[in-house]
């Protein structure tokens, strides 16, 4: 019974620590982290793909987001998603039907876009909080995700 309590408070403590980092304005909490380019929308975009491939990524897609409203008749700034893949990682979480679950948050996805105040912005799911709700297996693939995307993303932005 005392083992169960414990259970019960320790996934309690876990999914509340989850829902306040989630919410948390702090860049260091976030599960999205947020940082302004150096760069122009365009340049941003071509960048943060180099960087990717640089590292070892593949680039498979990259989603206008602001053609794709237009077509629908919604005007919004420029908006890309670029999704970006490492295989190795992708694979560790693939391999193994405990850890499939996580394909939820696969591909991993660098947003660049431009906001009212005509700078361009970047943006990413913060893997290395993701991480800590996750069992020790995936944890350190998700850490090593999310170290992979700060150096992508490090020197394009602010």
Known sequence: MKKQNFFTVTIIFLISLFIITSCS??????LISELESRYDFDETVERLKENAEDAGWTVPVVHDMQANME????PVLPAKIIEICN???AYNILESDMEKY???VLPCRVSVYKKSDG???VSWYNYDVYSAIEHEIAKS????MA????????????
């Open 71 to 74: 077509r629908s008749g919604l």
């Open 141 to 144: 693939y998700f850490r090593q």
């Open 119 to 121: 700078l361009t912005y």
């Open 87 to 89: 295989t190795g990682h």
């Open 25 to 30: 304005g702090s860049d260091h909490a976030s």
């Open 147 to 158: 170290s992979d995307i700060e150096d992508i993303v490090q020197s394009v932005t602010r």
């Open 102 to 104: 996580n394909m939820a």
